[in-house]
């Protein structure tokens, strides 16, 4: 089943196009892997999926809804994680992880059970009342993660979710990110590490706004002839304005 989908979706910012009718879908609990160097629209494209951007042309459906004429029905059915840590690092982990399931619509009982849960399974109970500024790097991603999916969204958008992590970190990481996937979670993820894109079902690649390639990591490796994804992405790179 398509939960997102793109038709020649475009966003232009006056004479400059950043988004250049980009046309893709993904399945239902794939974890799909959206690459591009900085500046190749990558981010623009994920701000109109998450409705947080206009389209100027073209069309795009995320869970059924159109993310220009229904935005708020997206914005409720998706999690979300940015490059930047998205907590409030002068709050506890309990304080957060309240703040919000409030923001999501959830019952005081439901947060109460979840936020139990979530520090248990990420081992952090002894933590719960510190505040987050005080975690390490890789426990705020984690952390950052979890809360992306207190309400039990079935699509989430990750843009650069272990940049500045250590590898360790990475790994665990990801280890959430295919738990999420196994349960039914369809995960859009960006990065920069090409490491990383070997752990994605598929792999798109924009080029100054353009999907340049698109397939399974080891079909891209064949096609370009490429030992690995780094190469790929970089026989890609060459030709970027």
């Known amino acids: 089943m398509t939960v997102i989908a793109t038709d020649h979706l475009t966003r232009t910012f006056g004479a400059f196009?950043?988004?250049?009718?980009?046309?893709?879908?993904?399945?239902?609990?794939?974890?799909?892997?959206?690459?591009?160097?900085?500046?190749?629209?990558?981010?623009t494209a994920l701000k109109m999926l998450t409705g947080l951007l206009t389209p100027t042309s073209g069309s795009a459906t995320v869970a059924g809804f159109d993310v220009w004429k229904q935005p708020e029905q997206v914005k409720r059915r998706i999690g979300y994680?940015?490059?930047?840590?998205?907590?409030?690092?002068?709050?506890?982990?309990?304080?957060?992880?309240?703040?919000?399931?409030?923001?999501?619509?959830?019952?005081?009982?439901?947060?109460?059970?979840?936020?139990?849960?979530?520090?248990?399974?990420?081992?952090?109970?002894?933590?719960?009342?510190?505040?987050?500024?005080?975690?390490?790097?890789?426990?705020?991603?984690?952390?950052?993660?979890?809360?992306a999916l207190l309400h039990e969204p079935k699509i989430v958008f990750l843009d650069e979710p272990t940049s500045g992590v250590d590898p360790l970190a990475r790994r665990q990481f990801w280890e959430l990110i295919y738990e999420a996937a196994a349960s039914g979670v369809t995960l859009?993820?960006?990065?920069?590490?090409?490491?990383e894109a070997e752990y994605c079902d598929r792999v798109s690649i924009m080029v100054d706004g353009k999907i340049e390639a698109l397939d399974t990591p080891r079909a891209l490796k064949a096609q370009f002839e490429a030992g690995d994804m780094d190469e790929v992405f970089r026989k890609l790179a060459r030709n970027q304005v």
Not at 91 to 104: A, D, F, M, P
Not at 119 to 126: A, D, R, S, Y
Not at 188 to 195: A, G
């Open 188 to 195: 859009m993820v960006t990065t920069h590490y090409m490491d």
């Open 17 to 43: 196009t950043a988004v250049n009718a980009i046309t893709f879908s993904v399945r239902a609990g794939e974890i799909f892997g959206f690459l591009g160097a900085n500046g190749a629209g990558k981010t």
């Open 81 to 147: 994680m940015s490059q930047k840590f998205s907590l409030y690092e002068d709050l506890t982990v309990r304080e957060n992880i309240r703040l919000y399931g409030g923001i999501y619509g959830l019952k005081m009982s439901e947060i109460k059970s979840k936020t139990a849960d979530l520090l248990q399974k990420l081992g952090i109970e002894q933590e719960a009342n510190q505040r987050v500024s005080a975690l390490p790097l890789g426990w705020k991603q984690k952390l950052a993660f979890s809360v």
